[in-house]
């Protein structure tokens, strides 16, 4: 009999969404006439941009011509996007970059998950909590770790406590960590990073010869001018850390598929025997060895973003979302409610009713209001207690949500 991958069986109970789906399909089978507003999973509502569309239309139909038709194209993406991509999201904010340290994937999801297959199994790996689960699962996927204890925290993970009491940032370890797991705007708090805590975890990183891994992935929405959007803003950023960006909620393309992730060839890490290697080039190997590129339309369709029209038009659909995350935070904040972030990111971080859990939070919002949201604690023992609200949804629905939750449920 074949085994398995026993490391997958430490993880705990189901994936956090796959849960919230079984628990909302379970209500609706009993409660068939209620109609539930979504607004827990962090999908897009909105439809793509029409300049994407447009370009879309035009690549599809180019694959329909022999004269323009695309096979395989190469793994890392078309210069075409790589050109645009470090033009308008790094060179407009001092950042140089080389075409072959940006790599076109399917997605962060894939990307912030995968990045660890090119680290050794034993590396001491820091984490938020709380934090997207990707970045824990998968290195218990891996064997990074032990089994959780009771409050779901995973022997072997160094976790980095977000709380009031610190403004929910992660502080810098108290000893050495290889890994380093940080997300700007984060998900789920919503909370950002200002230049001088980014240099500190740069600082931090070149001091202990450790890898920070900055997720990016809602650096769009950051509203206020002082806060970098890229980790690479920060003198000495490409001797240490990976960036990881993504077309999904910028500009729509959840069901779509495209993003990219940025290894500079100045970060090098070492072999047990003390050799240096390029993270540049392990990676490279891992994305063209495992990923045969996103398709020609997406590539094009993603260059779009990047058209005057196309800027335009991303700048309104991010602009829809964060009214909507304004919509959320005021109407809460004057029910009573404690409510972080929405600022500079779609998320809005609140504290549960009276002490309640989060799962019994969850609970009571579908049962009263019909409204879905994502409990804290899935995301990390540190956020019991609290609950996500994302600003994804329609405009329609978004008012509807809070109007129910001000008039069923009590702070």
């Given at each position: 009999m074949a085994l398995v991958n026993e490391h997958y069986l430490k993880l705990r109970a189901g994936y956090l969404f796959p849960e919230i789906a079984r628990r909302v399909q379970a209500f609706t089978k009993t409660?068939?006439?209620?109609?539930?507003?979504?607004?827990?999973?962090?999908?897009?509502?909105?439809?793509?941009p029409p300049a994407v569309i447009k370009s879309f239309h035009q690549a599809v139909d180019e694959m329909g011509q022999a004269e323009s038709f695309k096979g395989y194209g190469p793994e890392q993406g078309y210069e075409f996007l790589l050109d645009r991509i470090i033009a308008n999201d790094f060179e407009v904010r001092g950042v140089t970059l080389e075409s072959d340290e940006v790599f076109v994937s399917d997605g962060s999801k894939c990307d912030s998950g995968n990045i660890q297959e090119i680290f050794a199994v034993d590396n001491v790996v820091a984490v938020a909590d709380p934090?997207?689960?990707?970045?824990?699962?998968?290195?218990?996927?891996?064997?990074?770790?032990?089994?959780?204890?009771?409050?779901?925290?995973?022997h072997g993970l160094y976790y980095m406590p977000c709380t009031e009491a610190n403004d929910f940032l992660p502080e810098v370890p108290s000893h050495k960590v290889d890994i380093i797991y940080l997300c700007f705007p984060n998900n789920p708090t919503g909370v950002v990073a200002h230049?001088?805590?980014?240099?500190?975890?740069v600082d931090y990183a070149r001091q202990n010869q450790a890898v920070i891994l900055f997720d990016a992935a809602?650096?769009?929405?950051?509203?206020?001018?002082?806060?970098?959007?890229?980790?690479?803003?920060?003198?000495?950023?490409?001797?240490?850390?990976?960036?990881?960006?993504?077309?999904?909620?910028?500009?729509?393309?959840?069901?779509?598929?495209?993003?990219?992730t940025v290894v500079p060839k100045a970060l090098l890490a070492s072999t047990k025997s003390g050799e240096t290697a390029s993270l540049n080039k392990l990676w490279n190997r891992r994305h063209t060895t495992k990923f045969n590129g996103v398709s020609?339309?997406?590539?094009?369709?993603?260059?779009?973003?990047?058209?005057?029209?196309?800027?335009?038009?991303v700048r309104a659909l991010i602009d829809y979302y964060m009214q909507n995350?304004?919509?959320?935070?005021?109407?809460?904040?004057?029910?009573?409610?404690?409510?972080?972030?929405?600022k500079n990111a779609p998320y809005i971080w609140m504290k549960t009713s009276g002490g309640m859990s989060s799962w019994d939070f969850f609970d009571l919002l579908l049962a009263e209001a019909h409204v879905v949201g994502t409990p804290g604690s899935g995301f990390g023992p540190s956020g019991e207690g609290y609950f996500r609200l994302s600003a994804f949804g329609s405009r329609e629905k978004t008012e509807e949500a809070v109007e129910r939750i001000r008039n069923k449920i009590s702070p």
């Open positions: 409660n068939p006439e209620a109609q539930i507003i979504r607004l827990g999973i962090g999908d897009v509502t909105q439809p793509l934090a997207y689960p990707v970045y824990v699962d998968t290195n218990v996927m891996a064997g990074r770790t032990g089994k959780a204890d009771e409050k779901g925290r995973y230049r001088h805590v980014l240099q500190t975890w809602y650096e769009a929405y950051i509203t206020e001018e002082e806060i970098p959007h890229s980790i690479y803003e920060i003198q000495g950023a490409k001797e240490c850390a990976i960036e990881f960006r993504s077309f999904s909620k910028t500009a729509g393309f959840t069901g779509t598929r495209c993003a990219y020609y339309p997406v590539q094009v369709a993603a260059a779009a973003v990047y058209s005057d029209e196309g800027k335009t038009q995350a304004r919509i959320i935070r005021q109407t809460l904040s004057a029910a009573g409610f404690t409510v972080f972030g929405g």
